[in-house]
């Protein structure tokens, strides 16, 4: 079965710094490109982030440049999300996923939340 | 900046009625608009991908058009198993951007 499991979030202060993980199963991890996407509480999909197979290609939304890195270990079939300088607008579900050549966002995992309150 | 606007944010409709949901791009995208469908507490569902190609599995009552700026969404006969969001993105390159979202009721 193809999938993809967040983990890593949780409750934080602002200011402070988190690492999400996404771990793939069930398909050539190292043959797609991966993204994240978040949703706050009510809100819409924004799009966070996203790198090529061979990590040659990062791109980051505006709002989290500069805090947020993208990574992924293709050995290990992992995806990660370094997040810090943390603030209140990043609270939201953390989505991982794949973007299928030709296709688009095909397929999503559960999501982790992430809560940055003081 | 990168903008998708969706309308209506919302609907209401009768089951059976035809329901359609707008897109447009601030820059031409060619075909690479995706739609998805999100139920509370899921995770969203790839729809629609190259403007109008159906994703393995969706049904055939889902359907989408247009190209450059402005495309469209459309159910054929609402069902109650189609209550749920609709996010148009753009996909192809960065920022992949998403719609704002809209929300189908049935009445």
């Known amino acids: 079965e193809v999938q993809l499991v967040e983990s890593g979030g949780g409750l934080v202060k602002p200011g402070e710094s988190l690492r999400l993980s996404c771990a793939a199963s069930?398909?050539?991890?190292?043959?797609?490109?991966m993204n994240w996407v978040r949703q706050a509480p009510g809100k819409g999909l924004e799009w966070v982030s996203s790198i090529t197979v061979s990590s040659d290609y990062i791109f980051y939304a505006n709002s989290v440049r500069g805090r947020f890195t993208i990574s992924r270990d293709n050995t290990k079939n992992s995806l990660l999300l370094q997040m810090n300088s943390l603030t209140a607008e990043d609270t939201a579900v953390y989505y991982c996923?794949?973007?299928?050549?030709?296709?688009?966002?095909?397929?999503w995992g559960q999501g982790t939340v992430v809560t940055v309150s003081s | 900046d990168f903008q998708m606007t969706q309308s209506p944010s919302s609907l209401s409709a009768s089951v059976g009625d035809r329901v359609t949901i707008t897109c447009r791009a601030s820059q031409d995208i060619s075909e690479y608009l995706a739609w998805y469908q999100q139920k509370p507490g899921k995770p969203p569902r790839l729809l629609i991908y190259?403007?109008?190609t159906l994703q393995s599995g969706v049904p055939s009552r889902f359907s989408g058009s247009g190209s450059g700026t402005d495309f469209t969404l459309t159910i054929s006969s609402l069902q109650p198993d189609d209550v749920a969001t609709y996010f148009c993105?753009?996909?192809?390159?960065?920022?992949?951007?998403f719609g704002q979202g809209t929300k189908v009721e049935i009445k």
């Open positions: 069930g398909f050539t991890f190292s043959r797609y490109s």
């Open positions: 993105q753009k996909y192809n390159s960065a920022p992949r951007t």
């Open positions: 996923v794949r973007i299928n050549p030709g296709s688009a966002f095909d397929i």
């Open positions: 190259v403007a109008s």
